[in-house]
């Protein structure tokens, strides 16, 4: 598995493992265009050159930066490989001088995020907007 950090972007591509990861329609997001904009990184997970994994990171532009859309293709699950993801994207987010990094998931990824990559509990809120 090679993973590669700031990765050029393909949306079809992209947008096809969020769909297969997440079980939502392929419909092709702009991707490239976002990551640009708003993600201080992300890191992609290849095999044979098709990418199979992906987070990303945004930040506040100062101390804080938050994991976002940590998605594996279901067909290479439960290898390590959203742990490497998530791991790299913070060793990042680290050497960016972010102090905090922060994730929202739901609760059956408890384990996965406090016990493989590190989290603690925290209290937070949340407003549905949509």
Request: net charge negative; proline share 5%; aromatic share 12%.
């Amino acid at each position: 598995m090679k993973y590669v950090v700031r990765f050029p972007v393909d949306d079809r591509e992209l947008s096809a493992l969020h769909a297969a990861a997440f079980g939502t329609s392929p419909e092709v997001d702009p991707w490239r265009e976002r990551l640009e904009r708003w993600a201080l990184t992300w890191v992609g997970a290849f095999s044979n050159d098709q990418l199979v994994g992906f987070v990303q990171v945004c930040w506040d532009g100062g101390a804080h930066a938050f994991v976002l859309d940590t998605s594996v293709h279901p067909d290479h699950e439960r290898q390590g490989i959203g742990k490497q993801l998530v791991l790299t994207a913070a060793e990042e987010s680290r050497a960016a001088g972010c102090e905090w990094l922060h994730v929202d998931f739901d609760p059956h990824l408890t384990a996965f995020y406090f016990d493989a990559c590190g989290f603690r509990p925290t209290d937070a809120g949340l407003i549905r907007l949509r």
